[in-house]
């Protein structure tokens, strides 16, 4: 079956920098577009980041654009999140997820249909 593990999460300072991993198995992610979430408490989940794993292609939310990188290695079967100029706002659970839709981006987390167990990240000011 699909699995999606997280990891790289942790508790940094303001300004900090973290990188988070997602190592997929259990299908051929090929046609896939992963994606990232976050949900702090007491909020909805939300967007943060996409890459269609054939073409790299790349989607960013705004509040992230410029601070935050997703990537991804194809022989690992692993996508990455880097996150740079941390701010205490970006304190969240963040999970990755993996989709078979195209065309344009997927920015619902309904959209999605696997996902991963979710990693803390905690900015501290």
């Known amino acids: 079956q699909v699995q999606l593990v997280e990891s790289g999460g942790g508790l940094v300072q303001a300004g900090g920098s973290l990188r988070l991993s997602c190592a997929a198995s259990?299908?051929?992610?090929?046609?896939?577009?992963m994606g990232w979430f976050r949900q702090a408490p007491g909020k909805e989940r939300e967007f943060v980041a996409a890459?269609?794993?054939?073409?790299?292609?790349?989607y960013y939310a705004d509040p992230v654009k410029g601070r935050f990188t997703i990537s991804r290695d194809t022989a690992k079967n692993t996508v990455y999140l880097q996150m740079d100029s941390l701010k205490p706002e970006d304190t969240a659970v963040y999970y990755c997820?993996?989709?078979?839709?195209?065309?344009?981006?997927?920015?619902?987390?309904?959209?999605?249909?696997?996902w991963g167990q979710g990693t803390q990240v905690t900015v501290s000011s």
């Open positions: 890459i269609t794993w054939s073409s790299g292609s790349l």
């Open positions: 259990g299908r051929t992610f090929s046609r896939y577009r």
């Open positions: 997820a993996a989709t078979a839709g195209g065309g344009s981006w997927q920015i619902g987390w309904y959209d999605y249909d696997y």
